[in-house]
Structure formats: structure tokens, C-alpha cells
């Protein structure tokens, strides 16, 4: 697809496996950038499931998102279904919670560290115990995805982009891309 759909890729389209979504800043140049996509398909030989199709929304899911105008968050079903998952009491189970909860970490501030104490559930190896520090993180993942917002905003192009970076001999680099909005960086 990255061959096929070149330098709409980012601009204007993203593509996970066969699902395309296209976005724009208004309506006119929806149906110009839909039809360049369609163009480029139809270039390849590729055909569309009508059906499947959906058109000119302004808000959608994919992947787990619910998308519009102003940015993005997770599904609520979503959401639910990592809340519901019992204390686990077997690798298997952990790893399962760690999956789900990894798949937001966009969403979980210090989701790294809130999460390391679960790492040690990704090597299943020796006897499966689960402890306080582990029964903290689990809780305090779960509180994080239904108490903080929810929401990654887009950013806005005509408002300065602050670059905060920090780096540690020991433990790597750290970037963070915000910007500030009503007093608040974003």
C-alpha cells in the first residue's frame, strides 16, 4: 500500500492492513483528496468492497479509536473490557491485561513506569506469583484509563510547538512534542 498510495501516505490517508482512512480540512478537499486515493487505487487494480465503505464522516472508529476533528480516544467498549478484567492469577491472564492496557499507553501518563512491575509477566518463567506491587500497577492502570482524559488532541498548526527533551546517560532519551493552550500545555 505504501507503494500504491506514495505521497497521500500522512498527508492525507493512513493505512493499517486493507482499512484506509482519509481526513481533511474541509469538505472541498475531502472529495479532492477521496478521489485521489480512489485514483491511485483504481491505478493498481485495486476494487472496493462498497459495502465496507464508508464515506464523508466527521466522526469514525478504526482501530480501536473513535477519531473526529479535534483528536482521538479509545473506544469506550474498549475501555470497559480492560476495567472488567479480574486480578489475574495466571501468565497467561497477565499478559492478556498488559496487552490491552500497552495498546493505550498513549493515553496512561508515565505508562512505562506505571507498567514495569507487570514487565515480568511477559517471560513466563518460574512459578506465577502475583504480589502488592503488581496488584498497584494493575489498579492504577485501570483507574488512569477511566479518570484521566481520554482524549490526544491534534495539534493546532498556528500555535507554537513547545520541543521539552531529557536525556540520561543510564536510561535514554526522553521527548516530549506539546503545546500551550489557555495557559496549559497539551
Keep these: 500500500m505504501n507503494e500504491v498510495l ?4 500522512g498527508h492525507h490517508c493512513l493505512v493499517y492492513l486493507d ?3 482519509t481526513f481533511s480540512r474541509s469538505i472541498n478537499d475531502h472529495v479532492k483528496d477521496i478521489r485521489a486515493v ?31 476533528h479535534t483528536g482521538y480516544r479509545p473506544l ?18 497477565a499478559h492478556r491485561f498488559y496487552g490491552m492496557a500497552n495498546y493505550y499507553r498513549s493515553f496512561i501518563k508515565n505508562f512505562a513506569a506505571v507498567a514495569h512491575p507487570l514487565q515480568r509477566f511477559q517471560a513466563k518463567k518460574g512459578e506465577f506469583v502475583w504480589k502488592a506491587e503488581q ?11 477511566v479518570s ?20 540520561s546517560s ?10 500551550k493552550i489557555d495557559k ?3
Design 135 to 145: 496488584q498497584l500497577a494493575f489498579d492504577t492502570l485501570k483507574k488512569h484509563l
Design 148 to 167: 484521566e482524559p481520554c482524549t490526544l488532541n491534534f495539534p493546532i498548526s498556528n500555535v507554537p510547538f513547545i520541543l521539552a527533551t531529557d536525556a
Design 19 to 21: 482499512d484506509i482512512i
Design 38 to 68: 480512489l485514483h491511485a487505487l483504481n491505478n493498481h487494480n485495486f476494487k472496493l468492497n462498497l459495502p465496507k465503505c464508508a464515506l464523508i464522516h466527521e466522526r469514525i472508529e478504526y482501530l480501536g479509536h473513535e477519531i473526529d
Design 76 to 93: 469506550q467498549n474498549n475501555i470497559k473490557a480492560v476495567i472488567d478484567i479480574p486480578t489475574p492469577t495466571t501468565y497467561d491472564e
Design 6 to 9: 506514495g505521497d497521500l501516505l
Design 184 to 186: 496549559h500545555e497539551h
Design 170 to 179: 543510564k536510561n535514554g532519551i526522553g521527548v516530549t512534542l506539546k503545546q
